[in-house]
């Protein structure tokens, strides 16, 4: 069993669940918000997603429902809506540093987005700048999270409509074998 898991399970026994046979899968969500032509500007992702809808998220709220948990092995940002092309996603590799806020803690500050050395549409392949974490970040159920882009370099609307920020890792879907 990877980190991940084994943090995920990690965490919902601390929480005292029961839990019987739970597979963890690969999941992944994402959020789009509009651009700002400014320099220093910050981007506050998921936190209002519940006043978007597909295609600028892929989820209802920043909380996770009490049956699901997500650990998040890498963080990655994008650009989209580039003029005369398909709006397609581009690497967002400016400036800027990055927070992960779960609850009213900080559980990963100030990382670097310009040292973004790895490109993939996952952790590995394709086309988008992606900080892999050293340790997997949990965020469980019904608990607000949000991710932080601040002193990130303008970016001109007329060229990039949207900056995203997607997370990927190890979802879980808790099997209770009682109830709460």
């Not at 509009?34 to 006043?51: G, H, L, P, R, T």
């Amino acid at each position: 069993m990877d980190k991940a898991a084994q943090k995920l399970k990690y965490v919902a026994r601390k929480l005292g669940w029961n839990i019987h046979e739970t597979t963890p899968s690969t999941r992944s969500i994402f959020d789009k918000l509009a651009v700002i032509n400014a320099a220093n500007s910050q981007y506050s992702f998921f936190n209002e997603s519940a006043s978007r809808s597909f295609p600028n998220t892929n989820i209802s709220t920043n909380q996770f429902e009490r049956n699901e948990a997500l650990a998040i092995e890498a963080v990655c940002f994008f650009t989209s809506g580039e003029v005369g092309k398909p709006n397609l996603p581009v690497p967002y590799v400016g400036n800027g540093n990055v927070n992960i806020i779960i609850g009213s803690q900080i559980v990963a500050k100030d990382m670097p987005v310009k040292f973004i050395t790895t490109q993939g549409t996952s952790k590995n392949s394709g086309s988008y700048g992606v900080i892999n974490l050293a340790m997997p970040v949990v965020i469980p159920p019904l608990v607000s999270f949000r991710v932080e882009l601040t002193g990130a370099d303008a970016l001109d609307p007329i060229v990039f409509e949207n900056i995203g920020c997607y997370l990927y890792g190890m979802g879980l879907l808790l099997n209770f074998k009682t109830g709460l």
